[in-house]
Nanobody
Framework: VQLQASGGGLVQAGDSLTLSCAAS????????MGWFRQTPGKEREFVAA????????FYADSVKGRFTISRDNAKDTVYLQMNSLKPEDTGVYSC??????????????????WGQGTMVTVSS
């Protein structure tokens, strides 16, 4: 599975931004697709995930109510709609996919495939 993320940019606090992650290859093997972010000096952190077949959704507490993850199975694409952005949302956002549906969705090492990151910068 190959993942291609896009949509990052520079925005002001309170603005919105939508990230996209297009998957190709053996997408039928995917159980979950997720978004993670990382800032310098910090570990990569979980943002959101979606079960590819059922659409079950999971969010980090820090983004609940502001971010929305969704998928388009026909396009093999997952989206992350980010509203009310804050400076602390700044980071490199990466999409990921995993085959195992049973481990904790926020566990970074549980993901088998990673796309390149896209930078999101939120200015105050």
């Amino acid at each position: 599975v190959q993942l291609q993320a896009s949509g990052g940019g520079l925005v002001q606090a309170g603005d919105s931004l939508t990230l996209s992650c297009a998957a190709s290859g053996r997408t039928s093997s995917m159980a979950h697709m997720g978004w993670f972010r990382q800032t310098p000096g910090k570990e990569r952190e979980f943002v959101a995930a979606i079960r590819w077949t059922t659409g079950s959704i999971f969010y980090a507490d820090s983004v609940k109510g502001r971010f929305t993850i969704s998928r388009d199975n026909a396009k093999d694409t997952v989206y992350l709609q980010m509203n009310s952005l804050k400076p602390e949302d700044t980071g490199v956002y990466s999409c990921a996919a995993r085959r195992n549906p049973y481990s904790t969705v926020s566990y970074t090492r549980g993901y088998d495939y990673w796309g390149q990151g896209t930078m999101v910068t939120v200015s105050s």
